[in-house]
């Protein structure tokens, strides 16, 4: 099928798309990673004992010992901590929640008030998975606040021991030592399972992040996401999840600790223990979840002051060139000075507030104490001894580490968290262009007949689509102030897409040969029709290839994994061999703005070989022969379009 009358605002020519008879639809061997080497993770093959004394890291700190390290000496990345697996999981668990009230909704009557209340909540689904695969902790916080417990009573009777000269001292020493090896290592082993888990969640975010920043439907347009806040997000926003999983188990521990002391403390000298215990709970621990709240909300503006810093920042980079044809340097100055002070001062109000709970954790065992013992000594008549003193101390010494600093951080990181999980939320809520795509028609003619041809990977469906086009104003006041004028890009277009074919756009300029490819990447909105989409992976060469800060070959493999025998294959069908023999380093050349500058030729074979080299099913070259010669551009043909990709049964979508 052909596009039925392709327009563009600058004329109609029409586009004509030209298949290539299928060569050979057999598809290659999976590559297999070469190249050098990196050591397996040494975690993964340590023994239990290794694990347990945390000697798995030996050999490398060993090998630091004797010389620098470089990064081939790095171990491999653990599957469990792959970006590509964590982002996975991180995005099946905001799916699975959003199944899940979307089941709940449908159970519920349309009259019924809470399906304008009943939303998808990451923040359960995070708790809940987190609770979940870090149970094991659980057994080990009991432990280490049983054997806390356990050193103070131990402490007091082994004191008693020297004032009596009893030999009883020894097994009270031995107490000691057992429960201090007891807190040893549950503190690490703690640390080490929550701190990994924050760290898979903060990985998985990012990763799910810029996912979603690839599948907005507003990038470009009046109504898109501002950069800063992505940028926010990614910066500052993921690092809540790893101080918040190391502390937001002693929500529960901390007032079960505080009880259980409270208990043995009026044990052992009565009511006078609870005045203590009263003061820190209806005093300090008030004022520490004031301040928890406070800190909450001023977490909030800053994050959105930052963003606003951080849009205008960067639009003033964006459009430096006009800013400084027009004499706004000064204007743009002040807007970012002026934004920047509120920022700092909401930070300094945030310091403020950090500070006082420091104060208040150094003070409150002190301030405990006293009060216990006075109350203890002036309205119950008891009798201090060096027993009593030592252990009372040690106790609320627990009291005031469990109640003013792990119950503290607990809070303050868990109400930061959750201020950054509802932005994450929000963000991941914004409509996608894709889904504005995906085939929305269920007619029984769409489906029997793309159920009848199992090779169509993507069918255009009388597709309608518009440019955003942003307008910026004149004035200094409206400069930031974008207008969206919809431009109509393809109209009533259909057209299907086989394995295995070269498919040929071709037209004169402006005829929507773009617009064509664009649609079928995923980059344009869907106003009309629909698109059907069966593949795993899509490549795309764009017009205007682009190149990164890094070496040649870091532009080329883009964090793939180094196939020495297929990125040559790549290398020469795409003509660079020549072009890296001329530079001293070869393919370890820096490029970019502060490397080599290549040609615009060697930019479009850089772009050519990195959509190569991805393998993926589908591959849209844009225009990609303009910037060579004829002598090249028949080698490419021939060697890295139809060798390389459609004899591999790759579906080819070419446009020239």
């Known amino acids: 099928m052909s596009p039925q009358g392709l327009t563009s605002e600058k004329n109609s020519t029409e586009v004509k798309i030209e298949r290539e008879p299928i060569v050979d639809a057999t598809h290659g061997d999976s590559l297999n990673a070469g190249g050098n080497v990196r050591p397996q993770n040494s975690f993964e093959t340590a023994s239990f004992f290794s694990k347990l ?13 004797l010389r620098t390290l470089t990064e081939i000496d790095l171990p491999n990345v653990m599957e469990t901590e792959a970006s590509v697996t964590n982002r996975n999981y991180f995005e099946k668990l905001w799916q699975d929640e959003v199944h899940r009230v979307e089941e709940l909704r449908k159970n519920l009557p349309p009259n019924s008030k809470k399906l304008k209340t009943l939303r998808p909540s990451l923040h359960w689904a995070l708790a809940k998975d987190f609770f979940k695969t870090t149970w094991v902790i659980q057994p080990l916080m009991f432990a280490n606040c049983t054997a806390r417990i356990v050193m103070s009573l131990a402490l007091g009777y082994l004191i008693e021991s020297f004032e ?10 031995g107490v000691l030592i057992f429960c201090n090896l007891i807190v040893l290592f549950e503190h690490h082993h703690v640390f080490l399972i929550t701190w990994r888990k924050g760290m898979q969640i903060r990985i998985g975010a990012v990763a799910s992040i810029f996912a979603k920043t690839l599948r907005l439907n507003s990038i470009g347009g009046s109504d898109a996401v501002p950069s800063g806040k992505i940028m926010n997000l990614v910066s ?33 000298i009565g009511p006078a223990f609870a005045c203590g215990f009263g003061l820190l709970i209806f005093v300090t621990t008030p004022m520490q979840f004031y301040l928890s709240r406070r800190f909450a909300i001023l977490r909030s503006r800053v994050a959105t002051i930052t963003d606003t810093r951080m849009t ?5 980079i964006v459009g ?3 800013m400084k044809m027009s004499g706004w340097e000064k204007e743009f100055e002040k807007r970012i000075a002026d934004i920047r002070k509120m920022e700092v001062k909401q930070i300094h109000k945030a310091n403020g507030l950090k500070a006082l709970n420091e104060a208040l954790f150094f003070s409150v065992n002190i301030l405990v104490s006293i009060v216990v013992f006075l109350c203890y000594v002036f309205f119950f008549d008891g009798i201090l001894n060096t027993r009593l003193v030592f252990t009372i101390f040690s106790l609320t010494n627990i009291l005031q580490l469990e109640l003013t600093k792990h119950l503290s951080f607990g809070v303050m990181s868990g109400a930061e968290c959750w201020v950054s999980i509802r932005r994450i939320q929000q963000f991941f809520e914004e409509p996608e262009l894709i889904e504005k795509q995906v085939m929305n028609t269920t007619s029984s003619s769409n489906l029997s007949s793309i159920e009848m041809d199992r090779d169509i990977i993507i069918r255009l469906s009388n597709v309608t689509c518009y440019w955003d086009v942003n307008r910026h104003a004149n004035s200094a006041d409206e400069c930031m102030e974008d207008t969206t004028r919809s431009t109509m890009a393809l109209e009533d277009v259909s057209v299907d897409l086989k394995v295995g074919e070269l498919i040929c756009v071709v037209g004169s300029v402006g005829s929507g040969k773009s617009a064509l490819l664009s649609s079928i990447v995923g980059e344009l909105s869907v106003s009309k029709g629909s698109i059907f989409r069966s593949y795993d992976s899509l490549a795309y060469a764009s017009q205007d290839p682009w190149i990164m800060n890094g070496n040649i070959k870091e532009n080329i493999l883009m964090g793939k994994e180094m196939d020495p025998q297929y990125y040559d294959q790549v290398i020469k069908a795409c003509g660079l061999t020549q072009d890296f023999a001329q530079f001293m380093h070869g393919d370890e050349t820096m490029v970019g703005d502060r ?18 080299y991805r393998d993926a099913d589908i591959i849209v070259l844009d225009d990609p022969l303009s910037a060579v010669d004829s002598r090249v551009g028949r080698l490419i043909f021939y060697s890295a379009i139809m060798d390389l990709m459609v004899k591999k049964g790759k579906c080819v979508v070419l446009g020239e």
Not at 54 to 65: A, D, N, R, S, V
Not at 164 to 173: E, F, H, L, R
Not at 312 to 316: E, I, K, Y
């Open 53 to 65: 004394f945390f000697m798995w890291p030996h050999q490398l700190m060993k090998e630091g010992m």
């Open 236 to 268: 500052n926003d993921v690092e809540r999840f790893i101080p918040t999983a190391l502390f937001i188990s002693y929500l529960i521990w901390a007032p079960l600790s505080a009880i259980a002391i409270l208990i043995i403390g009026m044990y052992l």
């Open 320 to 322: 430096v060139r006009v």
């Open 595 to 612: 490397g080599v500058q290549c040609s615009g030729g060697q930019r479009a074979r850089l772009g050519l070989a990195r959509a190569l």
């Open 312 to 316: 205008l920042v960067s639009q003033t």
């Open 164 to 173: 009596k000269m009893s030999n009883d001292g020894y097994i009270w020493a």
